[in-house]
Nanobody, 125 residues
Framework: QVQLVESGGGLVQPGGSLRLSCAAS????????IGWFRQAPGKEREGVSC????????YYADSVKGRFTISRDISKNTVYLQMNSLKPEDTAVYYC??????????????????WGQGTQVTVSS
């Protein structure tokens, strides 16, 4: 069974940092692309970042470039999203997702079949 579990969300002040974790089980993460998505109230789910081992490359939405970093620990079957310089507009539920896709061809939510439960990130003073 494929299972993804996000953790690490919480309340943080503007300018602060959080590290989200996506722990995977039931499949070999090395063969999959992992995407991070977020959905804020009243908005559609949007892609934040994507990483795939076959490409050896990471991708970021323009809104988070230079602030967020995606990384992977294959031995732990876990993907991380380090979020720095957080802004109120980063407030959303963050989800990780997995599928065998090519991140460089796009990573919309419809491209992914397996999803975690989401973790709330709130950036507020």
């Amino acid at each position: 069974q494929v299972q993804l579990v996000e953790s690490g969300g919480g309340l943080v002040q503007p300018g602060g940092s959080l590290r989200l974790s996506c722990a995977a089980s039931g499949f070999t993460m090395d063969y999959y692309a992992i995407g991070w998505f977020r959905q804020a109230p009243g908005k559609e789910r949007e892609g934040v970042s994507c990483i795939s081992s076959t490409e050896g490359k990471s991708y970021y939405a323009d809104s988070v470039k230079g602030r967020f970093t995606i990384s992977r620990d294959i031995s732990k079957n876990t993907v991380y999203l380090q979020m720095n310089s957080l802004k109120p507009e980063d407030t959303a539920v963050y989800y990780c997702a997995a599928d065998i896709i090519i991140c460089g061809l796009g990573y919309t939510a419809s491209d992914f079949s397996s999803w975690g439960q989401g973790t709330q990130v709130t950036v507020s003073s």
